[in-house]
């Protein structure tokens, strides 16, 4: 895959949401993702530590996973059972999937001439991944303020 360029996008929160609810879902998905969890969390591990291009992402949609904060728990989860730095995982999400969608010119990067699109927060996400979960965090996207209405 590194040689080819490919990119993985392990979209780990799909099948943990799945296992984590056993008792709203059919036992056969309980099982499929059970027995694949394991070597799925392997596998993301392998594929980031041999430099294969990591890309975040959640197949929101699916069962359990919609569009809210889900993102930042896949990040999350990328750390903890995908075995990746908060570094890596923070380019996963930004130039890794700029790259991956060739608009890389545009965006996944704070450079001159890009779209400002970033977040402010107080905690630092490569020290505590768990910190892009948080609600004290502001949105900005093309260098304007995402107002959030609840």
């Given at each position: 895959m590194k040689e080819h360029g490919t990119s993985v996008v392990p979209t780990m929160i799909a099948m943990k949401r799945?296992?984590?609810?056993?008792?709203?879902?059919?036992?056969?998905?309980?099982?499929?993702?059970?027995?694949?969890?394991?070597?799925?969390?392997?596998?993301v591990a392998k594929a980031a530590a041999s430099g294969v291009n990591m890309v975040m992402g959640t197949d929101s949609g699916t069962p359990f996973n919609g569009f809210g904060d889900e993102s930042a728990v896949e990040m999350d989860m990328m750390v903890e059972f995908?075995?990746?730095?908060?570094?890596?995982?923070?380019?996963?999400?930004?130039?890794?999937?700029?790259?991956?969608?060739?608009?890389e010119q545009d965006y996944g990067s704070i450079s001159?001439?890009?779209?400002?699109?970033?977040?402010?927060?107080?905690?630092?996400?490569?020290?505590?991944?768990?910190?892009?979960?948080?609600?004290?965090?502001f949105v900005f996207q093309h260098g304007h303020a995402v107002v959030f209405e609840e």
């Open positions: 799945i296992i984590d609810r056993p008792n709203e879902v059919p036992s056969w998905m309980i099982e499929r993702a059970t027995t694949h969890w394991e070597a799925h969390q392997k596998s995908g075995k990746m730095t908060p570094q890596n995982v923070l380019q996963s999400a930004t130039i890794n999937a700029a790259n991956m969608m060739a608009i001159v001439g890009k779209f400002a699109d970033f977040i402010v927060m107080q905690e630092n996400p490569a020290e505590n991944m768990k910190a892009l979960q948080q609600d004290n965090k």
